[in-house]
């Protein structure tokens, strides 16, 4: 039993900066990795960031540098602050926990949020 809820996305002009969130409703659950997934029209859904338990962050080099993934002192919101946005940054945002409980791990993923970076 765990859920997903991004919010945050919009449309916003090249340069604009959006943040997203996403809440994650865990029960006794513990949530290990966070990330950030981004899927455009006839694409793959690909990697955007990703912030571990200990605060490591990764991204993806079209994003690094602009982007900034972060998470709350309880582990359970994850952020996406987007600055200097872009056209190709156009595209449905997933948000991805990976949860477990006792020894059992499991991707939990939320249903997107909308991006669209336009003039």
């Known amino acids: 039993q765990v859920q997903l809820v991004e919010s945050g996305g919009g449309l916003v002009q090249p340069g604009g900066s959006l943040r997203l969130s996403c809440t994650v409703s865990?029960?006794?659950?513990?949530?290990?990795?966070l990330g950030w997934y981004r899927q455009a029209p006839g694409t793959e859904r690909d990697l955007v960031a990703l912030?571990?338990?200990?605060?490591?962050?990764q991204y993806a080099p079209s994003v690094k540098g602009r982007f900034t993934i972060s998470r709350d002192a309880a582990g359970t919101t994850a952020y996406l602050q987007m600055n200097s946005l872009k056209p190709e940054d156009t595209a449905v945002y997933f948000c991805?926990?990976?949860?477990?409980?006792?020894?059992?791990?499991?991707?939990?993923w939320g249903q997107g949020t909308q991006v669209t970076v336009s003039s």
């Open positions: 991805k926990a990976l949860a477990y409980w006792g020894k059992v791990y499991r991707d939990y």
């Open positions: 865990k029960g006794k659950f513990s949530v290990n990795t």
């Open positions: 912030v571990s338990e200990d605060g490591i962050t």
